[in-house]
């Protein structure tokens, strides 16, 4: 996308015209294909994911980071909607999380799904598989110095655990 394009969509996020947006002002921009609001726990963990300068706004080129993330996801989310319902099942799911290289269970994918789904469909939208993702990456991130052999194992302490859970929430 050409940079003036860019610049016209984050004008118009911009609404208080401060040159920083806000979590409201992405909050009212974004749309999870649903008609229902972009999940706010994902609005929150992106703003801090792409805030470099800790304000809690984004600025341009913060959100020109945060534009294209959400972009690629986007990207992934409709190549495995093939009905195009604007949601995923746990089998479309699964699809995602394996082209992500996680292996995990049907019964795990299920579980995420329950865990995600705001709607209580079985399914995810847009914005829930988003959020979904984030937390998965930012668990793999905590799990992988602990996996010294690399091989999806890992031996810990209750304190090991507890610093790479409260590390990862926080």
């Known amino acids: 996308m050409a ?6 969509i984050f004008q118009n996020v911009d609404r208080d015209r401060s040159g920083h947006i ?6 009212n921009a974004l749309s999870n294909g649903t008609g229902t609001q972009f999940n706010p726990k994902c609005i929150a963990q992106m703003i801090k994911m792409f805030d470099t300068d800790g304000n809690g706004t984004i600025n341009f080129e ?3 980071q945060l534009f294209n993330y959400v972009q690629h996801w986007k990207n992934c989310f409709m190549q495995i909607d093939r009905d195009n319902s604007r949601s995923i099942d746990s089998n479309e799911f ?3 999380l394996q082209m992500m290289g996680y292996n995990l269970s049907p019964q ?11 709607t209580r469909s079985s399914k995810i939208a847009f914005d829930d598989f988003i959020f979904a993702c984030i937390c998965l990456q930012m668990l793999t991130g905590s ?8 091989n ?5 302490t209750f304190e090991q ?3 790479a859970a409260f590390v990862t929430v926080s």
Not at 3 to 8: P, R, V
Not at 152 to 156: E, F, I, R, S
């Open 3 to 8: 940079n003036q394009n860019l610049i016209s």
């Open 22 to 27: 806000s979590e409201s002002e992405l909050q």
């Open 62 to 64: 913060e959100f020109t």
């Open 94 to 96: 699964a699809v995602a």
């Open 108 to 118: 795990f994918v299920q579980m995420l799904i329950k865990r995600f789904d705001r």
């Open 143 to 150: 799990f992988a110095p602990l996996d010294a052999a690399k």
């Open 152 to 156: 999806g194992t890992a031996t810990l």
């Open 161 to 163: 655990f507890l610093t």
